[in-house]
Nanobody
Framework: QVQLVESGGGLVQPGGSLRLSCIAS??????MGWYRQAPGKQRELVAI???????NYADSVKGRFTISRDNAKNTVYLQMTSLKPDDTAVYYC????????WGQGTQVTVSS
């Protein structure tokens, strides 16, 4: 029932920034977040944010990424700064209503 659509991925040089957006087709009153999966690796948590605004980040992105949400727009954001080649992955939006929903993913490539 709920669809999530990511945008904002692309190619950026090391040290650069990107802002990912995820728009939900309906209101999500639970946790939203971002996961990523690099080739040959398991999908891993990047950041999550609860309906009350509590956030949690993977150690690898702390201090560099910021997750936020705009409930009026049914949107969650991931501001990514100081990007490293190891951040290259497909980034997936995640949201919970009564059950989890996933977006299709947006590719982020960090390369010189």
């Amino acid at each position: 029932q709920v669809q999530l659509v990511e945008s904002g991925g692309g190619l950026v040089q090391p040290g650069g920034s990107l802002r990912l957006s995820c728009i939900a087709s309906g209101s999500i009153f639970g946790t939203m977040g971002w996961y990523r999966q690099a080739p040959g690796k398991q999908r891993e948590l990047v950041a999550i944010i609860t309906n009350g605004g509590t956030t949690n980040y993977a150690d690898s992105v702390k201090g560099r990424f910021t997750i936020s949400r705009d409930n009026a727009k049914n949107t969650v954001y991931l501001q990514m700064t100081s990007l490293k080649p190891d951040d290259t992955a497909v980034y997936y939006c995640y949201g919970v209503v009564s059950s989890p929903y996933w977006g299709q993913g947006t590719q982020v490539t960090v390369s010189s």
